[in-house]
């Protein structure tokens, strides 16, 4: 079984930034791809990024590349994800994923089999 907490959301006015956190516990660390999806309301989980516990690979949604960073701390525990240059439209309930090992689609919800408990993230124009 695996923990994750998440932490870090919050209000920030487009254009600012914000650090996302995501602390797992249960398992070793390095064995789990991580990944972060978010919600809006009325709309579908969706991607935003990925990394993997092997090889550090990080895989992103279209949608984010160049504003968003993936990043782990094997030695903490910890995936992050660094949002700049945010956008309204990236106003969204924030969720933490982990799967052992890997399986694909990286960017599938499917693919994930522990979740955090979301962290809201609220981007005023």
């Known amino acids: 079984q695996v923990q994750l907490v998440e932490s870090g959301g919050g209000l920030v006015q487009a254009g600012g930034s914000l650090r996302l956190s995501c602390a797992a516990s249960?398992?070793?660390?390095?064995?789990?791809?991580m990944g972060w999806f978010h919600q809006a309301p009325g709309k579908e989980r969706e991607f935003v990024a990925a990394?993997?516990?092997?090889?550090?690979?990080?895989y992103y949604a279209d949608s984010v590349k160049g504003r968003f960073t993936i990043s782990r701390d094997n030695a903490k525990n910890t995936v992050y994800l660094q949002m700049n240059s945010l956008k309204p439209e990236d106003t969204a309930v924030y969720y933490c994923?982990?799967?052992?090992?890997?399986?694909?689609?990286?960017?599938?919800?499917?693919?994930?089999?522990?979740w955090g408990q979301g962290t809201q993230v609220t981007v005023s124009s």
């Open positions: 249960g398992r070793t660390f390095s064995s789990l791809t």
């Open positions: 990394i993997s516990g092997s090889s550090g690979r990080a």
């Open positions: 994923a982990a799967v052992i090992w890997a399986r694909t689609p990286i960017n599938g919800h499917g693919t994930y089999d522990y």
